[in-house]
């Protein structure tokens, strides 16, 4: 299980610093507020599990997954369905608030949403409850092996 200071060693080898918080940051509210930044801004990263694979989405603070969407993207069939908090830890290897999109398990899927290129920077959980890393789409794409696909429900405003 990747601590905080795993991926903060992992990111400094690669120029990114994460910030600590002395305030909670388990929900994009949370950390709007302790980053300073829209909750739009705010990356979060959302385990779902499709049939039986474990899939990381990561998308903006304001935007919600389709389901259908997320599967076509990963190229998976089956239900999807959000895990209890126990699944959470054991597929992804941090607690349901600290969910962030690095040092993932080979076995995890990871999908950006094409929805965060509203921004230039967003912010991204670091392995806990009180961390944040200011991040580029390209950054997140490039530090993940992550895919990107429009998943969320921000396709729908474009509709």
């Known amino acids: 299980m990747p601590s905080i200071a795993d991926v903060k060693a992992y990111l400094k080898e690669r120029g990114i610093e994460v910030r600590e918080f002395e305030e909670l940051t388990p929900t994009s509210e949370t950390a ?61 290897g941090y607690a349901p608030g600290g969910v962030c999109p690095f040092l993932l398990p080979p076995s995890v899927r990871i999908v950006i949403d094409s929805a965060m290129r509203r921004f230039p920077c967003v912010y991204a959980a670091a392995g806990n409850d009180r ?28 509709a």
């Open 32 to 92: 709007a507020k302790a980053v300073g930044c829209s909750v739009a801004e705010i990356a979060k990263s959302i385990l779902f599990v499709v049939g039986d694979q474990p899939v990381v989405a990561v998308t903006c603070g304001d935007r919600r997954i389709k389901g259908s969407r997320l599967k076509q993207a990963a190229g998976l069939k089956g239900k999807v369905r959000l895990p209890g908090e126990d699944e959470v830890l054991r597929y992804t």
């Open 131 to 158: 961390s944040a890393v200011p991040i580029t789409v390209e950054q997140l794409l490039s530090l993940t092996g992550g895919i990107e696909a429009a998943v969320s429900d921000a396709a729908d405003d474009a």
